[in-house]
Structure formats: structure tokens, C-alpha cells
């Protein structure tokens, strides 16, 4: 390959993202180029393609499939029991689950047809060129906006919960929620006038084109869609997870010692006491074991509800800082020169694979950590018949017949 067909390959990456493939292929037909070279670089790049193919094939419909059953699993629950619709909590979870459904259902699917056939699908002509990539980044941002709304609604809630009802009303709720996905809207609308398609070397795409910097517009998303909110969730959340440790310390230590404690000396008094009958001495056992096991299925209740509340926090964080990660670093990576062929062939799939697993699994985080939200579905699915437990109100009080009056241990 001469130097000239070098440098026209590079001036081709700068606005084309599949010219790796051109540049190859362009390479095969340069005559300056050795026969066993060519056949080695062709058999290179076709298994390298094929494999990378394979991988699409595979694992983009497992997300796409996989992604729209738990995002319509959330809207289904919440929208089918009356109790879940009077939260204005859940309709957070509804939108970002919607916005989720537009990534699984839209970006993955044409995003895999890119791939694997683009000439195919592209002679549907430029419309659908730029509403591909304006639906898109709408999805992605309204996925994100959403996510940092919820950190903050849950952060006023667990932190100020006497202040939530005047911080957070009804209004200020559909406000946020409709200034969500006009901005995501706004962010999304110069795309429209970015994309286009280009025929180069007999190989139509839909490129951007560099109406708009692609220094200015990755490093921008990679601020506002990435730093910004990593940061206000990390910092957020990590409060609230503080907040957690320090009550989950409380129930515990020294609250637990404290019941336990008292629970033991009405115990030591009911069996010392030598004026109580025999009866009686039995029911105030019995009164005092409820009331100890009681306690304490509530204290551990307690604290494993906040143990697995502070895991699906950090989880939470954990899986947007490394699903979205790589999309912005591939980004920057299209930004400078003297790149790796292969590496570039196989790292924008991983980075897409990565983008949009983070919008499969946003719904399955809630379905793991949240019992409440298992119980729902059922019920929502008709699968469920809760029993009613009546329990009897007169668990302490002891029974007439077994002790007389005078003998009942008041606790």
C-alpha cells in the first residue's frame, strides 16, 4: 500500500468509522502491494470480520430481548396496580423505563443492522439515517437524565423524609419530568443536521459530517452525559449509603442491645418471682420468648432491608461507570490518528454491547434488590394470592382461663 493510499485513508476515518474495511480492502487492489501479502491481509480481516459479525448476531438480540421484557415487566406493574400509580416515585421509574425500552428496542437493533449489513439497510434513504441516530441520543440522554433524577428524588427522600412532601410535589414532578425529555430532545436535535448518507468506495453509510467539531461534540457528551453524572450519583448515593451504615449501626448495636437487655431482665424477673403460680410463670414465658423473637425478626428485617438497599446503590453507580465507559472512550479514540486496525474493528461493538446492557439491566437491579417489586409483579400477573395473615391482636394478653388477673404480668 503507497503512501498516498495511506493518507487517504486516514482523511476517510476522520468522518467515516468503517473505513477500516475500505482501507483493507483498498489495499488488496493496490498492485504495489505482494499477491501473499494481500491473501494474508484479506484471511486476517475476514476472520477478524466474521468473528466480530458472529459476536453481534449473538449477544445484541440477547440484550435487545432480554432488555424490552424486564423495561415492560416495570411499566406493566407499576400501571396495573392502583397502589404503585398513586407514587409519583414510580412514574420516575416508568419514563426511565421507557426511555430504557427506546435503547433496547431502537439503538440495538438498527445498530446491529449497521454492522452487519448497512448497504442493505440503508437504501431506505436519509430519513431514517437521521431519525436513527436522533432517536438514539434522545433515548440514551433521557436514560441518563432519569437515572440522576431518581438519585436525587431518593436522596430528599431518605435524607429530609420530614421535608419530601414540600421539596417534591406534584407539580414540581411532571415539571422535571417534562424538562427531562425536552432537554433530552434539545440535545438530541442536531443530529438531524449532522447525519447524512455517503457513498464512498462503493460503500454507503451514515456518517457525520463535520458541521458540528467531533472534538467539541464527544468531549461535551462525555462531560455532560458521563463526569456529571457519575459525579452527582457518586456523591449522592454515597450520603445516603452513610446515612445507611449509620442507622444500620443503630438497629444493630446499640438498639439491639438494649432490647435484648430489657427483654432478658422481664424475663429473669418472670421466672424469679416466687408469688406468680405455675400457670402464670408458663403464659409470661411464652409472652416474653414473642416478644424477644419479635424483636428481633424485626431488628434483622431492618437491617437487611438497608444492607440490600446500600449494595443496589453502589451497584447502581457501579454499572453506569462501566457500562458507559467505553462508548466515550472509543469516541475519543476516532478523535487521533496512528490506531490499530483490528482493535478499532473489534472495540466499537464491545463499546456499543456495553452502552446498552446498562439499559437491560437497570430493571433487573430493581427486580433483584427490591422484594416489594417481586411481590408486585406477581400480583400484577395474577400469579399471586396473598394470604391474609390474621394474626391475633391479643398475642400478648394471656388467656382468663390459664391465669387469673391477678397474676398477669403487665409488659
Not at 68 to 81: D, S, Y
Not at 157 to 185: D, E, G, Q
Not at 331 to 352: E, K, Q, V, W
Request: proline share 3%; net charge positive; glycine share 2%.
Amino acid at each position: 500500500m503507497d503512501v498516498n493510499m495511506l493518507d487517504l485513508c486516514k482523511s476517510i476515518y476522520k468522518e467515516c468509522t468503517y473505513c477500516i474495511e475500505i482501507c483493507l480492502n483498498a489495499s488488496l487492489k493496490d498492485t504495489n502491494t505482494p499477491n501473499n501479502m494481500k491473501h494474508e491481509t484479506e484471511g486476517s480481516f475476514n476472520c477478524v470480520k466474521n468473528n466480530v459479525n458472529l459476536f453481534i448476531k449473538i449477544f445484541f438480540p440477547i440484550i435487545s430481548i432480554v432488555g424490552c421484557i424486564a423495561n415492560i415487566l416495570i411499566i406493566f406493574v407499576v400501571l396495573r396496580l392502583p397502589s404503585l400509580r398513586r407514587s409519583y416515585t414510580n412514574f420516575f421509574l416508568v419514563n426511565m423505563a421507557l426511555a430504557d425500552l427506546g435503547v433496547v428496542i431502537w439503538c440495538v437493533n438498527l445498530t446491529t443492522i449497521e454492522y452487519v449489513d448497512a448497504e442493505l439497510f440503508w437504501i431506505v434513504g436519509p430519513a431514517l439515517c437521521k431519525m436513527n441516530h436522533f432517536l438514539q441520543i434522545m433515548s440514551y440522554t433521557a436514560s441518563i437524565l432519569l437515572l440522576m433524577l431518581i438519585c436525587l428524588e431518593r436522596y430528599i427522600a431518605i435524607i429530609f423524609p420530614m421535608k419530601v412532601k414540600n421539596m417534591l410535589s406534584k407539580r414540581i414532578y411532571i415539571v422535571l419530568l417534562i424538562f427531562i425529555w425536552l432537554l433530552s430532545i434539545g440535545f438530541s436535535l442536531p443530529s438531524l443536521f449532522e447525519y447524512e448518507l455517503r457513498r464512498i468506495h462503493n460503500v454507503t453509510r451514515c456518517e457525520k459530517t463535520e458541521k458540528i467539531s467531533k472534538k467539541t461534540y464527544y468531549i461535551s457528551s462525555f462531560v455532560l452525559l458521563y463526569i456529571i453524572p457519575l459525579v452527582l450519583m457518586g456523591s449522592l448515593y454515597g450520603h445516603i449509603c452513610l446515612s445507611l451504615v449509620k442507622s444500620l449501626k443503630k438497629i444493630t448495636g446499640s438498639k439491639t442491645t438494649k432490647v435484648i437487655k430489657s427483654l432478658n431482665s422481664m424475663n429473669t424477673e418472670s421466672f424469679d418471682s416466687q408469688s406468680l403460680q405455675t400457670s402464670s410463670n408458663r403464659n409470661n414465658d411464652k409472652v416474653n420468648f414473642s416478644v424477644k423473637v419479635a424483636s428481633k425478626k424485626t431488628i434483622t428485617k431492618a437491617a437487611n432491608e438497608r444492607r440490600r438497599v446500600i449494595i443496589m446503590l453502589i451497584v447502581i453507580v457501579i454499572i453506569f461507570a462501566l457500562c458507559r465507559l467505553p462508548r466515550h472512550i472509543w469516541a475519543m479514540m476516532t478523535l487521533h490518528s496512528g490506531r490499530n486496525t483490528y482493535l478499532l474493528l473489534i472495540f466499537p461493538p464491545s463499546a456499543y454491547m456495553f452502552m446498552y446492557l446498562s439499559s437491560a439491566i437497570n430493571p433487573l437491579i430493581y427486580f433483584a434488590f427490591s422484594n416489594s417489586f417481586r411481590i408486585n409483579l406477581l400480583k400484577a400477573l395474577k400469579c399471586f394470592r396473598p394470604r391474609l395473615n390474621k394474626k391475633s391482636t391479643n398475642v400478648l394478653n394471656l388467656s382468663n382461663s390459664k391465669s387469673p388477673k391477678s397474676n398477669t404480668v403487665n409488659i
